[in-house]
């Protein structure tokens, strides 16, 4: 179940790994994506940050994220950290490099989500919640900052998602007509990535 935090951040519980908890929030008209970019690269940032263009919606993204603390818990990363393992497990692609470059954020990136994953237990307990997205919110030089999306992200780029994903003009109409979301075209693609690699 999500819940808000103080600090206006969106919580979900792991699917994946029990006792860890996945926030997100949007931050928009980033004004300082230069500086940002180079400490996220340099791994100066605690969390991942997803640019918005290749989103599709909250459970796009939280697929993602339970896969890669899935891949964490299992000891099979393809990645080095957390991270950047969102980033690759929101490609379809087992190229690493391709995947950071396209789906995080680079020097011009103007609106990212960012996504914190948090262990609750007696290992960490100097290290709050609420402590850790202040942190990166401060991080952050914005115009705005809220939580994500009610529905779709409409800062999503729908013609090269379907391209990058490879969702077929049919398989976007039957998802128009038997009214399911198209999230599902992307959520299944994520979650089976491990299987098929389109």
Known sequence: MMTTSSTGWMRYPSMSVPNVTIS?????ALKN?????????QGHLAGALVSTELVYDSLHLLTAANQALAHQSESRMATKSIHTELLYCLSPTKNISQSLAKFGMNSSTASVVAVLFHP???????TSLDGLESKLTSQLDCESSHSLWPDTNPECDLVELFELYKVTPEEQALSKESGDSLSYCFVTRVA??????V
């Open 192 to 197: 089976c990535k491990d299987v098929v690699t």
């Open 33 to 41: 994506p230069a500086e940002v970019h180079t400490a996220a690269i």
């Open 24 to 28: 997100m929030r949007l931050f928009q």
């Open 120 to 126: 609750q237990s007696a290992d960490n307990p100097s």
